[in-house]
C-alpha cells in the first residue's frame, strides 16, 4: 500500500492536507532486471503499437493516444511491463476530481509500479490523486506533461533516475514530491499554484533541481533534513509564501545540499537567494 500523504510529513509543520491511501497491490509486477542509466538512450519496445487503450488498462507494450480518456471511476493507465513509450500524443486522461473542488479521489493517471525505463509524453493529465505515480521504477523520464488539478501532480517513491523535464505542473496541492528518491533530475519545467508546494524532496538523494520555475505556492521548494547530496541550481523561485526552505532552516552543510544562483526572495535559512 503506497500512502500519499507520506510526502507531506516534511511540510506538516507549514500546512495540512488529508488523502487517501492508493492501494497497487493488485497491479504492482516483480521488479525487472536492474537496466542502463538515464543517459542510455530509450529503447523502443519490439512489441506492436497500441492504439487507443481504455480507463485502467494495463499497458504492457507502446502506446499512442488517439483520443481523451475520461477516468470517471478508475485509474487511468497501469504500467505492466518495462521499456515502453506511453504517448499521450496530445491528449488528456482525465479522473474522478477533474470538476470538483474538493481533492477526495484515490486514482492514478499513470502508474509505474516496479517497472524501468518508462516515457510518458506529450499530453495532460488531471483530476487525479497523483497524475503520475512513480514507485519502485527505475529509469522514468517525464516529457512536455501537463499535470494539473491533482492532489500531487507527479510523485516518485521509493523510485530511482527518474527525469522530469519540459512539463507544466499546476494547480495541484504539490507539483512534483519526491519521496525515497534517488537520482532524480527536474529540470526545465514549469511549476506554479501548487497549493502546499512546488517541489519537495522527503528522503532523497543526489538529485539535481535546475532551471526550473517555480512561483505563486506555498513552500517553492522544500528539502527535508533527511535528503542529502541535492544539487539545486539556476532556478527561478518566486512569489511563494517561502520560496527556497531547507529543513524549516537546517543550515545546507548539514544534509550537503548545494544551493547555488537561485533568484528568489525569501529563504530559510537566508543566505540561499541570489543577493538576498
Do not use: R, W
Amino acid at each position: 500500500m503506497i500512502y500519499i500523504l507520506a510526502t507531506l510529513i516534511a511540510v506538516s509543520s507549514v500546512t495540512t492536507i488529508t488523502m487517501q491511501p492508493i492501494d497497487i497491490s493488485a497491479q504492482t509486477q516483480p521488479a525487472a532486471p536492474t537496466i542502463s542509466p538515464l543517459q542510455t538512450q530509450q529503447q523502443p519496445s519490439s512489441q506492436p503499437l497500441a492504439i487507443s487503450p481504455s480507463c485502467g488498462q494495463v499497458i504492457t507494450q507502446n502506446v499512442v493516444l488517439t483520443s481523451n480518456l475520461n477516468c470517471a471511476d478508475s485509474d487511468g493507465l497501469i504500467v505492466g511491463a518495462s521499456d515502453i513509450v506511453i504517448d499521450l500524443n496530445g491528449h488528456t486522461i482525465s479522473g474522478p476530481d477533474v470538476d470538483s473542488q474538493e481533492k477526495t479521489s484515490s486514482k492514478v493517471g499513470v502508474m509505474i509500479p516496479n517497472m524501468n525505463n518508462v516515457v510518458v509524453q506529450d499530453g495532460t493529465l488531471q483530476g487525479f490523486q497523483a497524475g503520475i505515480l512513480m514507485t519502485g521504477s527505475q529509469n522514468v523520464e517525464l516529457s512536455n506533461i501537463i499535470s494539473k488539478n491533482n492532489q500531487i501532480g507527479a510523485f516518485s517513491t521509493g523510485a530511482s533516475i527518474v527525469n522530469a523535464h519540459l512539463s507544466i505542473l499546476m494547480n495541484n496541492e504539490i507539483g512534483f514530491a519526491g519521496h525515497s528518491t534517488q537520482q532524480a533530475t527536474i529540470q526545465d519545467n514549469i511549476l506554479f499554484q501548487n497549493k502546499l508546494a512546488g517541489i519537495t524532496l522527503v528522503n532523497s538523494d543526489n538529485s539535481i533541481l535546475t532551471l526550473n520555475s517555480i512561483t505563486e505556492s506555498g513552500n517553492g521548494l522544500y528539502v527535508d533534513s533527511q535528503s542529502n547530496n541535492n544539487n539545486i541550481n539556476f532556478n527561478n523561485v518566486l512569489l511563494n509564501t517561502v520560496d527556497i526552505n531547507n529543513a524549516n532552516g537546517l543550515p545546507v552543510n548539514t544534509n550537503a545540499n548545494t544551493f547555488d544562483q537561485n533568484n528568489c526572495m525569501t529563504a530559510n535559512p537566508s543566505g540561499i537567494c541570489i543577493g538576498k
